[in-house]
């Protein structure tokens, strides 16, 4: 349902509507659930946003390009950075959640597409047996900063894989398998209904949580090196 | 464990320390132990009384200081063989417990208490403030705690009983029990699992249940003033009570009981949701449970 507050919301979480207009708002909420649920979707997906790693550039090229072109006063990127503000129009907001499920997809699908690659050489138990693969990974030609993430952990995960109980590995891959069933359905789900705002943040939870789970099994292995 | 202590014991090989030292007030306990038990105990004197059984193989290191009491436990060459700790602490003690193939139990504590094992289980009755339970092939059991509560699992069931405080409950295979419960902040999430709540809702709390295979039994009060949103995929909604729904759309709908103050988010892709009176719950979740359980005992959703 979309009434005339709905492409409002985003200056509303903003702070960006007058003081008359969000007493309105704000009145219409208790009134409007579409508008609460909207509203914390968005909560949601800002939060995510804000949440991402915002790693600075490793050298700032602004102050060299303002020189060349002549702007007498340089505003370091510092500053500008601590002044940008996440403001975003609902069919944003929408198209970032899914890009945040995507994302997470594409590494989930990275770290488990190598399954293959990885299963060359496989690592031994203390008692001299293959260890059973955890994750592994194909080719993710996506975010740079996203996939340097997912190949740190990989590698931790590989180097420590080895170490971890056999019965360990089974019950992650077992518990990874019912993640990757529920990605599945979600998608599938999506594909009959893409802008069904439950089934993305849905798929994007349970992305994440593949990632964690993942992350917690490198931990677990680093842990017993 | 149990048939290796006896083993060890038949040979002659195993050895008993034990030993008690006065703490002072405000002293953390930290126990790391790979493999065995770690059994806390509560008492009201202000000292701590170690007594563990090992192999002579193994010693147990005791390092005290007015902040941090340090137990842990070295074989000869690398980590220890099994250790059953019995550990009896002052009533208000911090804990941090740690291990690998451990389980942990904690009896009657009233202070911040940290557990974390991988292949072990996690039971503890007490705790205050911060208290973080944590396993990856066990069973997560907390009651009588409040505070900020922290419980995961991946591969086991997770209950909580009589609990008073903000709740995070996560695992991925494993079935969500939360039982008076008296929280304005509450989330529980699963995979494969079902999930109850009986608990409170209180005005202007946050309460968020979601699982993707599992069915989902939730208690609202019947004075309750909480908007709920609904949202399942391929399951049923039901009610013990009648609701007036709103704003339904063909996988999400809302309605409101009272002033609506609180939120209450409703999540089960695959399985029924079905919301009911404080204590009703329980009794009807009883029912289904072992279907549940039964269906999907071990069961590799990879399997074809």
């Given at each position: 349902?979309?009434?005339?507050?709905?492409?409002?919301?985003?200056?509303?979480?903003?702070?960006?509507?007058?003081?008359?207009?969000?007493?309105?708002?704000?009145?219409?909420?208790?009134?409007?659930?579409?508008?609460?649920?909207?509203?914390?979707?968005?909560?949601?997906?800002?939060?995510?946003?804000?949440?991402?790693?915002?790693?600075?550039?490793?050298?700032?090229?602004?102050?060299?390009?303002?020189?060349?072109?002549?702007?007498?006063?340089?505003?370091?990127?510092?500053?500008?950075?601590?002044?940008?503000?996440l403001?975003?129009?609902?069919?944003?907001?929408?198209?970032?959640?899914v890009?945040?499920?995507?994302?997470?997809?594409?590494?989930?699908?990275?770290?488990l597409?190598?399954?293959?690659?990885?299963?060359?050489?496989?690592?031994?138990t203390?008692?001299g047996?293959?260890?059973?693969?955890?994750?592994?990974?194909?080719?993710?030609?996506?975010?740079?900063?996203?996939?340097a993430?997912?190949?740190?952990?990989?590698?931790?995960?590989?180097?420590?894989?080895?170490r971890?109980?056999?019965?360990?590995?089974?019950?992650i891959?077992?518990?990874?398998?019912?993640?990757?069933?529920?990605?599945?359905?979600?998608?599938?789900?999506?594909?009959?209904?893409?802008?069904?705002?439950?089934?993305?943040?849905?798929?994007?939870?349970?992305?994440?949580?593949?990632?964690?789970?993942?992350?917690?099994a490198?931990?677990?292995?680093?842990?017993?090196? | 464990?149990?048939?290796?202590?006896?083993?060890?014991?038949?040979?002659?090989?195993?050895?008993?320390?034990?030993?008690t030292?006065?703490?002072?007030?405000?002293?953390?306990?930290?126990v790391n132990?790979?493999?065995g038990?770690?059994?806390?105990?509560?008492?009201?004197?202000?000292?701590?009384?170690?007594?563990?059984?090992?192999?002579?193989?193994?010693?147990?290191?005791?390092?005290?200081?007015?902040?941090?009491?340090?137990?842990k436990?070295?074989?000869?060459?690398?980590?220890?063989?099994?250790?059953?700790?019995?550990?009896?602490?002052?009533?208000?003690?911090?804990?941090?417990?740690?291990?690998?193939?451990?389980?942990?139990?904690?009896?009657?504590?009233?202070?911040?208490?940290?557990?974390?094992?991988?292949?072990?289980?996690?039971?503890?009755?007490?705790?205050?403030?911060?208290v973080?339970?944590?396993?990856?092939?066990?069973?997560?059991?907390?009651?009588?705690?409040?505070g900020?509560?922290?419980?995961?699992?991946?591969?086991?069931?997770?209950?909580?009983?009589?609990?008073?405080?903000?709740l995070?409950?996560e695992?991925?295979?494993?079935?969500?029990?939360?039982?008076?419960?008296?929280?304005?902040?509450?989330?529980?999430?699963?995979?494969?699992g079902?999930?109850?709540?009986?608990?409170?809702?209180k005005?202007?709390?946050?309460y968020?249940?979601?699982?993707?295979?599992?069915?989902?039994?939730?208690?609202?009060p019947?004075?309750?003033?909480?908007?709920?949103?609904?949202?399942?995929f391929?399951?049923?909604?039901?009610?013990?009570?009648?609701?007036?729904?709103?704003?339904?759309?063909?996988h999400?709908?809302?309605f409101?009981?009272?002033?609506?103050?609180?939120?209450?988010?409703?999540?089960?892709?695959?399985?029924?949701?079905?919301?009911?009176?404080?204590?009703?719950?329980?009794?009807?979740?009883?029912?289904n449970?072992?279907?549940?359980?039964?269906?999907?005992e071990?069961?590799?959703?990879?399997?074809?």
């Amino acid at each position: 349902m979309k009434d005339r507050w709905t492409d409002r919301l985003s200056e509303y979480l903003d702070g960006e509507l007058a003081p008359n207009e969000r007493i309105a708002l704000e009145a219409h909420f208790s009134e409007c659930g579409a508008c609460r649920q909207t509203l914390d979707e968005l909560r949601r997906v800002v939060a995510r946003a804000q949440a991402l790693d915002d790693r600075p550039p490793t050298t700032d090229l602004w102050p060299g390009i303002a020189r060349q072109v002549g702007v007498g006063a340089v505003v370091s990127l510092g500053a500008r950075r601590a002044q940008r503000r996440l403001s975003f129009t609902v069919p944003q907001l929408a198209a970032a959640a899914v890009a945040v499920a995507l994302l997470s997809g594409g590494g989930a699908a990275w770290l488990l597409g190598r399954r293959g690659t990885v299963a060359a050489a496989p690592s031994t138990t203390a008692g001299g047996s293959p260890a059973p693969s955890v994750a592994n990974v194909t080719d993710y030609a996506g975010d740079a900063r996203y996939a340097a993430q997912v190949a740190d952990l990989e590698r931790a995960l590989e180097r420590g894989r080895g170490r971890l109980d056999t019965a360990t590995v089974h019950v992650i891959e077992k518990n990874l398998g019912i993640i990757n069933r529920a990605i599945r359905d979600a998608q599938s789900a999506l594909a009959a209904d893409p802008a069904n705002a439950y089934l993305n943040l849905h798929l994007a939870r349970e992305m994440r949580r593949k990632l964690e789970l993942l992350r917690q099994a490198a931990t677990l292995a680093g842990a017993r090196s | 464990m149990l048939t290796t202590l006896v083993t060890l014991a038949a040979v002659g090989l195993m050895q008993q320390t034990d030993t008690t030292f006065p703490v002072r007030a405000g002293a953390r306990l930290e126990v790391n132990n790979f493999g065995g038990e770690i059994a806390i105990k509560t008492w009201s004197k202000n000292a701590v009384r170690i007594a563990a059984s090992h192999s002579s193989r193994d010693h147990i290191s005791i390092d005290a200081s007015d902040q941090v009491v340090r137990i842990k436990s070295q074989g000869r060459r690398g980590p220890s063989q099994l250790v059953e700790y019995d550990i009896t602490v002052p009533t208000t003690m911090a804990l941090a417990l740690s291990g690998v193939y451990t389980d942990i139990s904690v009896e009657g504590a009233q202070g911040e208490i940290t557990a974390e094992t991988v292949e072990g289980a996690v039971k503890v009755s007490g705790g205050a403030g911060t208290v973080s339970l944590k396993s990856v092939q066990g069973e997560v059991t907390l009651e009588k705690a409040r505070g900020r509560i922290d419980l995961s699992s991946v591969n086991e069931a997770i209950t909580a009983k009589d609990i008073s405080g903000d709740l995070s409950v996560e695992t991925v295979n494993g079935d969500i029990t939360l039982t008076q419960i008296e929280s304005a902040n509450t989330e529980a999430n699963t995979v494969n699992g079902t999930i109850v709540y009986d608990g409170t809702t209180k005005d202007g709390g946050r309460y968020r249940f979601s699982t993707h295979d599992g069915d989902l039994r939730v208690s609202v009060p019947e004075k309750a003033n909480v908007s709920v949103s609904v949202s399942t995929f391929d399951g049923d909604f039901s009610s013990c009570f009648p609701v007036q729904l709103s704003h339904k759309t063909k996988h999400r709908f809302d309605f409101t009981i009272g002033s609506g103050s609180a939120r209450l988010e409703l999540e089960s892709f695959n399985g029924d949701i079905k919301i009911c009176r404080p204590g009703a719950v329980m009794r009807d979740s009883d029912k289904n449970w072992h279907k549940e359980k039964d269906r999907d005992e071990d069961h590799d959703p990879e399997d074809p």
